[in-house]
């Protein structure tokens, strides 16, 4: 079965009691049992839940996962994670990550006992220098935020087999659409749904895909009793984004491979980011393990921070607001906004300078898109 048809059908059967076509929201918080422990599937919907229950078999299938776990966020999903790990396990992780995922590690699970080394993932020597006798895990996001850095799965997936480490990889820039990991080698893939797979702003979740049996039972252990679960509502709401995602990512993808040549060519942006480009530095591997460049795009403006002031307020389709992944396209400013809690230093060796910039393709008509960043980088 191809992917868009996976989408649209597996865990979606027509409902057995009216043949609904369209998965029910199961809006209940527990079940009625026939006797004590007999029950027809469900006890409590912490634990599971029908509507959750399609979500994660549909989303699993289209990363290729046997097995796939629902989060109400993708915080919680990371969370999930981390909370597999005992104090003194170690983490190596892409330096270049979502501010979310800096704090959690840096903020909270610092403080029971968890440490993690920021290296450029890139870099597989670099990836191999950091690992330790008590690395449980390595961290990569590809692209990664906001930089959009292109890590080699297959290679640093072979180097943590070959040294008993899990390699996990943060699939939410690209999607299952456009990149598979568990393909390529990973062993834990993880989700922010929030972005392209619910892909309409209106819902939060998150999503981990393995084919570990091990993990997936520790962590689905960890998905209960934790609780960090999604509610049937937003399960059906992010099942019914998953229909049309391959057809999304087709158009974020086409429109942002234009905007990218578009601004590379503009007077008033200094350099831009995006893998689509033949001059991106990652560009040869993505294209190897990805089947297009996606819908996030980073540039720098000419002007330093008062000009990336001007451009992120004065736009009017690309909307001022965090997140990405969403039909309508968005525009924020990293160092302010996504990675404020990335300390200025840090932020700053990194390359998430003043005049950095990022946007979210969305699929309106290109040459509205084109307009509105042109008016906008008008504004000195």
């Known amino acids: 079965m191809h992917f868009a048809t996976k989408a649209i059908h597996v865990g979606q059967a027509p409902e057995s009691t009216t043949g609904a076509v369209v998965v029910p929201i199961f809006q209940t918080s527990t079940y009625a049992q026939e006797a004590p422990g007999v029950h027809k599937g469900h006890e409590y919907s912490r634990t599971t839940n029908p509507t959750r229950d399609a979500l994660q078999e549909c989303l699993a299938s289209l990363e290729g996962a046997q097995y796939g776990l629902a989060f109400a966020s993708g915080m919680a999903a990371i969370s999930t994670v981390l909370l597999s790990l005992s104090s003194g396990d170690h983490i190596v992780s892409s330096d270049d990550v979502y501010g979310g995922t800096f704090r959690v590690f840096d903020k909270v699970f610092t403080r029971h006992g968890l440490k993690y080394t920021l290296v450029d993932t890139s870099d597989v020597a670099a990836v191999a220098a950091a690992l330790r006798p008590e690395t449980k895990i390595v961290w990569v996001e590809t692209p990664t935020n906001p930089l959009l850095r292109i890590t080699d799965i297959a290679a640093v997936a072979q180097l943590c087999k070959a040294r008993g480490v899990l390699l996990a990889v943060d699939n939410t820039f690209m999607s299952p659409a456009l990149q598979r990991p568990l393909e390529l080698g990973a062993d834990l893939v993880v989700h922010s749904t929030t972005k392209y797979i619910g892909g309409h702003s209106d819902v939060v979740g998150g999503f981990l895909a393995t084919n570990n049996s091990a993990l997936h039972d520790q962590l689905k252990f960890l998905q209960n009793a934790a609780g960090g679960v999604p509610g049937p509502f937003d399960s059906w709401l992010t099942l ?41 530095p990652g560009h040869a591997i993505h294209m190897r393990q990805a089947s297009g460049g996606g819908g996030i795009i ?64 969305g699929i309106e008509h290109i040459a509205d898109l084109l307009a509105d960043l042109d008016q906008a980088l008008a504004q000195t």
Not at 263 to 280: I, T
């Open 240 to 280: 019914r984004g998953l229909k049309t995602l391959a057809l999304r990512m087709d158009a974020h993808c086409k429109s942002a491979q234009q905007i990218a040549e578009h601004l590379v060519a503009h007077r008033q942006v200094e350099s831009v980011l995006y893998p689509g480009l033949p001059s991106h």
């Open 298 to 361: 980073t540039f720098r403006v000419k002007g330093g921070l008062d000009h990336a002031r001007r451009v992120c307020s004065a736009t009017k389709l690309f909307f001022l607001a965090e997140s990405l992944g969403g039909v309508e396209s968005l525009i924020e400013h990293p160092a302010i906004m996504t990675h404020a809690s990335v300390p200025a230093a840090q932020r700053a060796a990194r390359g998430i300078g003043d005049n950095l910039i990022r946007i979210s393709v």
